[in-house]
């Protein structure tokens, strides 16, 4: 069906001006944060309640036109492209906080609402939604239970999945669905643990209960700088080891203090290599007993120097690094691909020893800021895209790292998902039979060939071919 | 739905702590059989056992460096305890309310990774020894909640917590308890109401709103209630996941 036809065909379940098919909008929605790849939509649609998605994915089903979700398009791995064209099924415009019911302490949004949305929503009541991936300020609620994203404070409140209690969703047979209730657990499989982190691929979400979480008493903020990478990563070690479980423990190395440095006047103490950032939480005594216990253990792992913040506003600038080390990275060149694998954290010495000799012999440039407390990794490789040749060496990089962290008893993907990019690396890490157990987890759920095609799982109906079409796409 | 006579089919059992919440089965086929430590790395909190091993045991091999599951200690619960001991994969399927609920989650939240054995006999693996990871579909998590029903953990990978950090448990303990009682669970704004309503109280967890009762309680406007002899009240979207996971792993209803 070409794309006048699907056009005309949703304007009658849609009002046309929340139909997008222009040459600029189908560019713009050809990919997600992850632009290795590509594949233009015929259209985008708009909807603004659960029944007009209902309705949208009906007539797609009805008509054999593939229909992908996409929240804010942040995703890392290509999990919100249009892989075989068709309708791009965006939750931009299910924007609305349906519900705030404190007593409970609970929320109720549309799907497209943004995290940090629904934390501003209940900051003045105490309380907060506590998945908070970096890209929080734009990234909607439903990319983030589709991605069950984790992010800075993941180490000690987890990732999304525990922090959702019911959702809506349109199965892939068009059928509404409200699954959950404001009372976790419960007698029953918990398949609700299933759908979150299923990349849109088992259905559409437009609606969720998500749990708040009091606001702690007291944050206790600690910035460390280390003479070495292993010097940094073994203090890490240390503090889990020592029974401490930080609210957040993040780490980064010289290139990205190098980039934050010029771009933000980040002071970084002369013979800098990583640094880390520590923030303990809880009640008074127990965030400040933590954290001099951290200050401790990074003194006799030789930091060279320990900033604690002593307010709101000092903490704030010792984030700047973290919040702002990815954006500052464009400073260091053209593009920059920023991998996602997760590791045992005892092994991060080894494996960032194993990153830094990867980059050198793809001879690309790397840059890591990442979640330590949780084992999990970003090399950033930043290179010029025009060079030839230089994205084969940045996938050859992507594909070494990951068989490494498989290899120390990881995984492909911490938080950024297998979407597209990852597909061809499933079978690393899983045998033919896990692959079928998680066919059957699929198979639990109406599945449809047109439903967000070709994510996740490999050798899927009709993708292979697609798959040197997209990468074409890019260049 | 009540509980009501005995049930053809194999049922699985561990240590038979809870085979008391379920309806009578005949014929058994026990998990005690896949034991044994596989891996513990203490730096990473994370285990890895067979699914058959004791609590009691996997809690002394933690202890011995520091770490535990944040489970009660059954000396301090009364004797005949609801939530503790029994079996690892006993304490997956059945994911019941515990003292540290509040603080630390349920069992749950532990599992990082499992080898799963169908009705069959097929084994197959799912997740990894990271503390978190976003490969594919959770597999692992499935056999949570679900009682021994459709998928049999064998081997689990459980993230542990360091025994020094434990914060204070929040059951209020209020007679002794004879296991299996009743559980529910309710929301927060129902919590003084189906306390008050429940008869024969011998627990409760302001925190996390669950109320243990030697008698049947009313069933929570939203929530839900586990009860012996198969006794459960849930809300009709989890017969609809049950069903849809039945069919999918053991359509012939083999486990019971
Ligand atoms: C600078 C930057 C920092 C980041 N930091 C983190 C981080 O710290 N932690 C982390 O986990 N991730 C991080 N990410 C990745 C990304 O932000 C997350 O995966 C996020 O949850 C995606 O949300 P989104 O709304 O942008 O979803 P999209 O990118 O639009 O979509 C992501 C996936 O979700 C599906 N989807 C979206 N909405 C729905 C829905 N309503 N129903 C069903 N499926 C849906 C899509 O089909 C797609 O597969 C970062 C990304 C960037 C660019």
């Known amino acids: ?475 | 739905m009540a509980g009501g006579g005995t049930l053809s089919g194999r049922r699985l059992r561990g240590l038979g702590t809870k085979q008391g919440f379920l309806a009578p089965a005949v014929a058994f086929e026990s998990t005690l059989g896949e034991g044994g430590l596989i891996d513990f790395s203490p730096a990473d909190q994370v285990v890895e056992v067979g699914a058959g091993m004791p609590i009691s045991e996997l809690q002394a091999l933690l202890g011995a460096e520091g770490q535990c599951l944040p489970l009660l200690d059954p000396a301090e619960w009364g004797a005949a305890a609801a939530g503790y001991p029994g079996t690892v994969g006993g304490l997956l399927a059945c994911n019941l309310p515990h003292g540290y609920m509040a603080s630390c989650g349920m069992p749950r939240d532990w599992v990082l990774g499992a080898t799963l054995r169908r009705p069959d006999g097929t084994e197959a693996k799912s997740g990894s020894r990271a503390v978190k990871s976003v490969a594919g579909y959770d597999a692992h998590k499935l056999g949570v909640g679900a009682w021994g029903r459709g998928l049999m953990y064998v081997r689990v990978i459980l993230r542990t917590y360091p025994t020094k950090g434990l914060p204070a448990m929040s059951i209020v303990q209020s007679a002794p308890i004879q296991a299996p009682v009743f559980i529910q669970r309710c929301l927060r704004s129902d919590f003084d109401s189906m306390l008050r309503q429940t008869p024969g109280v011998v627990a409760h967890d302001p925190q996390t709103q669950v109320i243990w009762s030697q008698e049947r309680p009313a069933t929570p406007p939203e929530g839900w209630v586990i009860g012996p002899g198969g006794y459960r009240a849930r809300p009709a979207w989890m017969d609809e996941a049950e069903a849809a996971f039945l069919s999918t792993f053991d359509p012939e209803g083999d486990w019971i």
């Open chain 1, 1 to 475: 069906m070409g794309e006048s036809d699907i056009f005309a065909g949703l304007a009658s379940v849609l009002p046309p001006e929340r139909i997008l098919g222009s040459e600029a909008a189908r560019r713009v929605y050809a990919h997600d944060a992850y632009t290795v790849d590509r594949s233009a939509p015929d259209v985008i649609v708009l909807p603004e309640t659960t029944e007009e998605a209902q309705s949208v994915i009906r007539w797609c089903l009805a008509h054999q036109v593939p229909f992908t979700p996409r929240g804010a398009g942040t995703g890392l791995s290509g999990g919100a492209m249009a892989a075989k064209g068709g309708v791009i099924l965006s939750t931009k415009r299910l924007n609305r906080i349906l519900q705030i019911d404190i007593p409970n302490r609970r929320l109720h949004a549309q799907a497209g609402v943004a995290n940090l949305k629904l934390s501003q929503a209940v900051a003045a009541e105490g309380f907060h939604f506590a998945p908070d991936p970096s890209s929080q300020s734009v990234s909607t609620l439903g990319g983030n239970i589709a991605e069950n994203s984790g992010g800075p404070h993941t180490l000690k409140y987890g990732v999304t999945a525990p922090h959702i209690l019911a959702m809506t969703w349109i199965d892939n047979a068009g059928e509404v669905r409200t699954w959950g209730t404001g009372v976790e657990g419960g007698p029953g499989p918990d398949l609700l643990s299933v759908l979150v982190g299923s990349e849109g691929t088992l259905g559409f979400v437009t609606e969720a209960w998500v749990k708040l979480t009091p606001l702690p008493a007291r944050v206790e903020t600690l910035l460390a700088s280390f003479p070495s990478v292993v010097a940094a990563t073994e203090t890490v070690a240390e503090i889990i080891a020592a029974g401490v479980i930080p609210a957040a423990l993040e780490m980064m190395d010289r290139n990205i203090l190098v980039a934050v440095q010029a771009a933000f006047g980040l002071e970084v103490p002369a013979g800098t290599e990583a640094m880390l950032l520590v923030e303990c939480d809880g009640s008074p005594a127990a965030a400040q007993a933590e954290i001099e216990e951290v200050y401790a253990i990074c003194q006799r792992f030789g930091a060279i120097e320990l900033k604690l913040a002593a307010n709101e506003a000092e903490r704030k600038h010792l984030w700047t690094a973290r919040k702002k080390g990815v954006g500052a990275m464009g400073r260091l060149a053209p593009t920059v691909v920023t991998h996602d694998g997760v590791i045992p954290r005892s092994k991060l010495p080894e494996m960032l020893t194993f990153v830094y000799e990867v980059a050198e012999a793809e001879r690309l440039g790397v840059a890591n800021i990442f979640h330590a407390g949780d084992g999990n990794l970003h090399p950033c490789f930043y290179f010029d895209d025009r060079e030839p040749g230089v994205v084969e060496r940045v996938v050859r990089a992507g594909e070494r790292i990951l068989t490494k962290c498989i290899e120390l008893g990881g995984s492909v993907s911490g938080e950024h998902g297998i979407g597209v990019e990852k597909v061809d690396f499933m079978p690393l890490m899983f045998s033919e039979a896990d692959l079928a157990l998680q066919g059957d987890v699929k198979r639990m759920f109406p599945i449809s060939e047109f439903a967000n095609p070709c994510k996740v799982l490999p050798n899927l109906k009709g993708c292979v071919e697609h798959q040197r079409r997209w990468r074409g796409a890019a260049h």
